[in-house]
């Protein structure tokens, strides 16, 4: 383009009207601007956004100063500054004000400063975030006795630690020993894992078989009917398993309370800024730290740990807090589910349209109708999903395979393979739109030499065609998995829930649940932000799922780009 | 991985092709390998219709999905129709009875005489089921009323006095053992033994269904011996305290309201009945009685005479009813004939010797001139009858209807959409007095005339209340002043009339896109424009990439993003966000006349990327200078207070209006000049220097500007003397989640497709075009402005037809940015409720099959063939573009 410029203005040994430079008017500089100007906007949109959301979700995990702010009324606020802005006091607000106050306040434009605090305490509170203006504050300090306490209910605990109980040994009053404090933790931590290995694994189990067995009673009845000696036999069997099952149960759950009892010893005070105090089971803290007297290999550790626990755990305090281990898991096996729906099924419908079908008008109306339906809505494809596979197929499934469900729906409401199902249907397009595009771009002259050597029409796609088209098939794969772990609008019709505990693969018979629901983390996104209790709780939480989601698509993304240059390296032949 | 496939085949097809080497040695071994191996040949058959049957089966389960969703939404326009139909002779009375009443499963039918006997026979067969009576001591009543819903029934007889009762059709489930044995077999489904009737139902067990009725003692309400004419009852209170309401009307014209509240003391169990009774003044003495009806809360009164007047008291006040209208039901010389309830007790449904059937209900009216400022308005006229109205029967669940006419046409109705579901031949026109029964479940007609002979339908009307018209229509819906396009799917009462027209979620959406691509079309194609023609390749591909990368950012982070982070800081920074979108132009405009006075050798040098950083350093300074400026531009233009000025409480019209109008004034400005001192200007350039030139253009874009700010004032005055308002029409009362946050997060998913589209199509403008312009001595910026914008602009076109269908299709913004309110208000700071969003939200909670579940198929459908038409056409302009692009 510069070398363009150059040509333009290149002097020429011409007449003295015609002049060097050319007219300001043709080289359009204002219009020229404003383009660049668009371009350089939606550059900053990008960059911003992007920007935006990586640094709330790297920064939500660091572990924070805990502040206690004196408010000029008198009373104390301690908690961490989550963050300030600029907000412009009602009159009735100014009306209470000091003239010094107002007087600041009037010249900043009406406006004021004030800061978000994060207080933690919802059960003493029930609140979880107070806004402090500037002109109410009266002093702020860092004490170094101020512990950040994640619980495992009630979110965070933001105080002293009054006293602690360890079996006994009390330390009321003095300076807790941290140290000894951390290792009775890990081990009340220890306990509390037994104990949910316990209630999960163990019981679940127990659990699980109960209602197999109830199950069974139901289909004898269904297929024998409730007189024949077939349903008496069953009856016979089901009792006796119950019975055992029932006494596993009661010695599960003696061990469980014996852990408990034994949990009750160990108990932590705290004592929120105000003085009111609240005791809690060491195993119930998460995790505790004194915030202000933290060195910097200490709050890494936070920081790391914290990671840990989003990577690997269960969320908490209805998804505002802990892990989004079954969102990752349902994010991924819907995606892979749906993939391996879509390769054959798109691939296939791209060989046929490309080498088989005859290539007339009625194909290219097939072809604009297939390149189209990439560009219907998502929703309707939900709206679809939701009507034919859930209320349709799966209500005849469970008529045909599981009449002794009835009438809870088994296949017969949204699940996870409906949701795969629903979203192979919205990336086929894609799939076929790229696999085409491979395939046209493999040169005729190959084709035609393998046919000339005798190669059948299959042998000929198989060895020349395909290996060749692999990589741009590939290339839309992976487009169809970023857009399909993206959408969230059709799961919500098809199968996403707020919250499933279990995940779609078990250690239970027939170790695939294809029928359950299951957790996304794009709708996890949705969920936390905008039906919790207190989107401001959710929004750290939703900040580093988002990054999640967004690192997860753009590694996809990234991917098919870097397959797509290769391709085109490699076969640089012309497109359309 | 490039070689070994070829290798591998090679190998394979060695059998039938030798190599030349080997060619010659056999030749006889050469024929017999030449013969294609069969398995060769089936793996290729087999390929041939696996690919074949399977490609075209993928294509068209994907297109089913259309015939699928067009498969659930048609029941919604099918009306009703008659599953079956059963005549049989019952012992009918002489007289005229008072009404008939089916049971919820149709299995008996109750006829109440004006003798107090009740004639009750099986519903399918006929077959005469034993039932009490009630006793009215050898009296005959009067008159009868009764509210729709519910078993209470009150009676008026001759004396003057007035007993209250109850019919009730009870249904009790049994488990299968208890049915009692030695039944008679009714039909497939009931068996009876006289008394009641046990049908079987799914589940294995036993529905017995039998008549029960009880009657109180009489009241004397008129004085003795002046028998009552009309009465109508209801019943409100508690429980425990039963507050019975009724109206009636004697002989001599009085008209009574009536309160009757029954307490029962907890010690003695003692039940006491306290009666208070005022009378209804301003009625004819004369009057010719039809009807009479009180409301569910007993706060208004209705006394229909023959010629159609319809008085309507105000008995709020109990003590002191007011005459509060006087209407005409019936038009003309029609008299009217019958008057009943809708669900709900707001609609009154007027039958007459017309055969017109009208429905009137009371609405808010300005100017009134009653006393709780209602008026009644006739808000829907059905299909008119061929005959002289004869009777009705209204649901109980919904708006539906039976008419009945003296020629004996029974004709099922539903009110909200007007339309008649089913026209049944019933009575002989010769029968003394037919009657009509609608069942509780809308699923059955009764008919029963003088002769004996009754006919019972089992009907099919599942969605009567949604027609084309309803769907996309205005509707008057009860209580609204007017007919209007209202979506409202569900509410907490059952007398809730559902409301369901499209028409405010496909303008939600329609919205929604437009200022979606306001913001978008601009930003996407001047950057797609500069990036393919004023950038180096080099810089391009990274860009690129880049812009793309927004399309790839999921719809729900989009969302979160717009509606938790940006709506509450454009809420705070509104007048900076404003600011902005005059401020950039100007300033990249302003950086631009300053740029040229850059020396050109030097200009020239830094013309690629080093530009473009100066440019988005220009972005950064302009979006810093709208932050700072922000609160003065408010002071300006919004009165100090935006929020205020947007809800009109203070300021005017015509700042704001001045700086709406400036892009068209300075469009006109530049055009003008350009016309009018074109030539001029051309001939003095061509004098000036360099820098001159520069000054010169400065001085140019400067008068320009002050023409159009003068024009747009002028423009703007002129219309607020019109009375042209800004406030109220596109932009008004701000709510926090609205369309100017939905329109720029759509941006991001709309910008970087129009943007690689628009591009793509540009870059396809073959290069000899680009490279012959060049040659003649035109600047990068006529070659782009006048040879390959107007080649590449069928692909622009397609691109943004393209964005537009994302637009549309969009669901997650909406759903969290958009506030979710079906309004008809084009307010950019307003929210709105798309079909996408519409569908997202109610769906997982409608009932399937049900109408919302059909009606959101419908949205579904609906946005499939707005995004298909969108897209094809969209690609047929693209394919044509390709086509010539590729032939030049």
């Known amino acids: 383009m510069e070398a363009r410029a150059r040509e333009v203005g290149t002097p020429l040994s011409a007449p003295p009207a015609v002049r060097r430079t050319s007219d300001l008017a043709a080289r359009g500089e204002p219009f020229l601007w404003l383009f660049g100007g668009a371009l350089g906007l939606g550059i900053f949109m990008i960059v911003g956004f992007l920007l935006l959301v990586a640094w709330n979700g790297i920064s939500t995990f660091w572990p924070k100063p805990i502040e206690v702010v004196a408010l000029k009324g008198g009373g104390l606020v301690a908690g961490e500054p989550t963050r300030a802005e600029s907000f412009r006091p009602g009159p009735e607000r100014l009306a209470g004000l000091d003239a010094a106050a107002r007087a600041a306040i009037e010249r900043n434009g009406g406006h004021a400063r004030r800061t978000l605090y994060r207080i933690g305490n919802y059960d003493l509170y029930n609140e979880d975030f107070r806004w402090v203006a500037d002109f109410e504050v009266a002093g702020a300090s860092r004490p170094a006795d101020m512990v950040f306490v994640e619980r495992l209910e009630w979110g965070p605990f933001v105080g002293r630690i009054k006293e602690v109980d360890l079996d006994g040994a009390r330390s009321a009053g003095a300076a807790p020993d941290l140290g000894r404090l951390s290792s009775a933790h890990a081990a009340a931590r220890a306990r509390w894992q037994r104990l949910r290995e316990i209630e999960r694994g163990a019981i679940g189990e127990v659990n699980h078989d109960l209602n197999a067995e109830r199950l069974r009673l139901r289909r004898a009845a269904l297929d024998h009917g409730r007189d024949g000696p077939r349903f008496r036999q069953v009856e016979a069997e089901v009792a006796a398993r119950t019975a055992a099952l029932e006494r596993a149960y009661a010695g599960l759950t003696a061990e469980a309370e014996a852990i408990r009892k034994e949990d009750g010893k160990f108990r932590l005070t705290l004592a ?28 890494l550790r936070v920081y790391v740990s914290r990671w840990a626990e989003f990577l690997s755990d269960e969320p908490r305090e209805a998804n505002t807090e802990g892990g989004v281990l079954p969102a990752i898991f349902g994010t991924a096996a819907m995606t892979l589910l749906m993939v391996l729906v879509v390769a054959p099924f798109g691939v296939l419908a791209a060989l046929y349209l490309r080498e088989y079908a005859k290539q007339g008008k009625l194909v290219s109306v097939v072809r604009i109708s297939v390149n189209n339906l990439a560009g219907v809505p998502s929703i309707v494809y939900g709206v679809f999903g939701l009507g034919f596979f859930a209320y349709i197929v799966g209500a005849t499934i469970d008529q045909l ?42 040169p005729r002259s190959m084709r035609e030499g393998s046919l000339a050597c005798g190669a059948s029409k299959w042998q000929t796609i198989r060895y020349i065609v395909l290996p060749r088209a692999m990589p741009g098939i590939m290339t839309g794969l992976i487009l169809a998995m970023a857009r399909g772990a993206g959408e969230v609008a059709p799961l919500m019709l098809v199968g996403v829930v707020k919250l499933a505990p279990e995940l779609p693969v078990d250690g239970f018979f027939p170790y695939i649940h294809l029928e359950r629901s299951f957790m996304h983390l794009g709708f996890h996104i949705y969920d936390v932000g905008f039906q919790s209790r207190n989107s401001e709780a959710g929004k750290p939480m939703v900040f580093v799922t988002t990054l999640l989601l967004i690192g997860l698509i753009a590694a996809m993304n990234a991917t098919a780009i870097y397959l797509r240059n290769r391709l085109k390296r490699k076969y640089a032949v012309g497109h359309f | 991985m490039d070689v070994s496939p070829t290798a591998e085949m090679a190998a394979e097809t060695a059998g039938n092709m030798p190599p030349a080497g080997s060619g010659r040695r056999a030749p006889l071994a050469a024929r017999r390998d030449r013969a294609t191996r069969r398995s060769v040949l089936i793996v290729d058959r087999l390929a ?97 009323g009764r509210p729709i819903k519910g078993i209470d029934v009150a009676f008026g007889f001759g004396d003057g006095t007035i007993r209250l009762g109850r019919l009730r059709l009870v249904s009790r489930v049994l488990a299968a053992g208890e049915m009692p044995a030695g039944l008679g077999r009714l039909d497939e489904r009931d068996f009876s033994d006289g008394r009641a009737v046990y049908s079987l139902v799914p589940g294995g067990q036993v529905r017995k269904v039998e008549v029960e009725a009880e009657l109180g003692q009489a009241q004397q309400i008129a004085e003795a011996g002046v028998p009552i004419l009309a009465v109508d009852y209801r019943v409100g209170g508690t429980a425990e305290r039963p507050v019975r309401a009724f109206v009636s009307l004697d002989q001599s014209g009085v008209k009574r309201l009536s309160l009757a509240e029954s307490r029962q003391n907890l010690l003695t169990r003692k039940v006491t009945t306290t009666v208070s009774t005022t009378e209804l003044k301003g009625l004819p003495p004369d009057l010719d009685l039809v009807g009479m009806l009180i409301s569910e809360r007993a706060d208004r009164v209705y006394v229909a005479e023959r010629s159609g007047r319809l008085f309507r008291f105000d008995t709020r006040d109990f003590t002191q009813p007011v005459l509060a209208e006087i209407a005409d039901l019936m038009p003309g010389e029609a008299k009217l004939t019958a008057l009943r309830f809708l669900i709900g ?42 005959a002289s109205v004869a009777g009705m029967s209204v649901s109980e669940r919904g708006r539906t209807l039976v008419t009945l006419d003296n020629m004996g046409e029974v004709w099922l109705r539903h009110v909200t959409s007007g339309q008649t579901l089913l026209r049944l031949k019933g009575a002989d026109a010769s029968a003394r007095w037919a009657l009509v029964g609608l069942a509780p479940r809308e699923d059955g007609i009764l008919m029963v005339d003088s002769r004996g002979a009754a006919t019972a339908w089992r009907v099919s009307a599942p969605h009567p209340e949604t027609t084309f018209g309803t769907l996309f229509g205005k509707v008057w819906y009860e209580g609204y002043p007017e007919p209007s396009y209202t979506w409202q799917s569900s509410s907490g009462t059952d007398s809730f009339e559902p409301k369901f027209s499209l028409v405010p979620l496909i303008f939600g959406t329609v919205k929604a896109t437009l200022y979606a691509l306001l913001f978008a079309i601009p930003v996407a194609l001047l950057g797609a424009i ?26 729900v982070v989009l969302g979160f993003i717009a509606a938790l982070i940006l709506a509450p800081v454009v809420e705070t920074w509104i007048a900076a966000v404003l600011l902005a979108f005059a401020v950039l132009p100007l300033l990249l405009l302003g950086s631009a006349a300053a740029w040229q006075f850059v020396p050109g050798r030097i200009a020239r040098r830094f013309d690629g990327v080093p530009r473009l950083a100066v440019v988005c350093g220009v972005v950064a300074l302009g979006f810093y200078l709208s932050y700072a400026l922000g609160g003065t531009f408010e002071r300006l233009f919004f009165a100090g ?12 019209d015509v700042p704001f209006m001045t700086l709406l109008l400036l892009p068209l004034s300075t469009a006109i400005a530049l055009a003008a000049s350009g016309r009018v001192f074109g030539d001029a200007i051309g001939r003095r350039r061509r004098r000036l220097s360099e820098r001159g030139m520069a000054a010169f253009d400065l001085a140019r874009w400067l008068a320009v500007f002050a023409l159009a700010l003068a024009l747009s004032l002028v423009l703007a005055l002129l219309l607020d003397s019109v009375g042209v308002a800004v406030r109220g029409t596109v932009v008004g009362t701000y709510v926090q989640r609205n369309t100017f946050v939905v329109g720029f997060a759509m941006g991001f998913a709309v910008i970087p497709i129009i943007y690689t589209i628009a591009e793509d199509a540009l870059n396809a403008v073959p290069e000899h075009l680009r490279s012959a312009s060049l040659a003649c001595g035109a600047t990068p910026w006529q070659t782009a402005l006048w040879v390959i914008l107007p ?20 669901t997650m913004i909406v759903v969290m940015a958009a506030g979710n309110t079906p309004l008809l208000d084009w307010n950019i700071f307003n929210g709105l409720r798309a079909l996408s969003a519409n569908i997202a939200v109610e769906l997982p909670e409608a009932v399937k099959d049900g109408t919302l579940y059909r009606v959101l198929f419908l949205a579904a459908l609906t946005l499939f063939v707005m995004t298909f038409a969108i897209n094809t056409f969209a690609e047929i302009v693209r394919l044509r573009f390709r086509r010539r692009a590729a032939q030049l």
Request: hydrophobic residues 50%; aromatic residues 8%; proline residues 6%.
């Open chain 1, 401 to 442: 395979v599981f009449p002794e469900r009835l009438p809870n729906p088994t296949f017969g409401t949204g699940g996870l393979l409906w949701s795969s199902l629903t979203l192979a249907l919205l990336t086929v397009p894609v799939v076929v739109v790229a696999t085409e595009e491979a395939l046209a771009a493999v």
């Open chain 2, 791 to 810: 080649t590449g602009f069928s692909g622009i076109f397609a691109a943004i037809m393209i964005g537009m269908g994302r637009a549309v299709g969009e």
């Open chain 2, 641 to 652: 207070d935006f929020m205020a000025w947007a809800n009109g409480d203070a300021g005017g």
């Open chain 2, 345 to 386: 007790e707001q609609s009154i449904v007027a039958g007459g010797t017309d055969g017109s059937v009208r429905v009137f209900f009371p609405v808010h009216k300005e100017g009134a001139g009653t006393t709780d400022g209602l008026a009644l308005v006739e808000a829907h006229t059905l299909e008119p009858h061929g």
């Open chain 1, 272 to 299: 929120e800024i105000g003085g009111k105090e609240k005791t809690v089971p060491l195993s119930e803290v998460v995790r505790l730290y004194p915030a202000n007297d933290l060195s910097l290999w200490g709050k």
């Open chain 2, 530 to 555: 500069y990036t393919s023609e004023f950038v180096h390749p080099a810089v391009r591909g990274v860009i690129k990439p880049t812009m793309e990368m927004m399309a790839s950012l999921p719809s």
């Open chain 2, 48 to 144: 041939d219709y696996v690919i074949t049957i399977g490609g075209m089966m993928v294509i068209v389960a994907v297109l089913a999905i259309m015939v699928f969703l067009a498969a659930v939404v048609v029941p919604l326009f099918t009306g009703a129709e008659i599953l079956d139909r059963a005549s049989y002779r019952i012992d009918a009375p002489r007289e005229r009875p008072l009404f008939a009443e089916v049971d919820e499963y149709r299995t008996i039918a109750v006829l109440v005489g004006a003798d107090g006997r009740l004639s009750a026979f099986h519903y399918g067969t006929g077959a005469p089921i034993a039932a009490p009576a009630f006793d009215f001591g050898g009296q005959t009543a009067t008159a009868i």
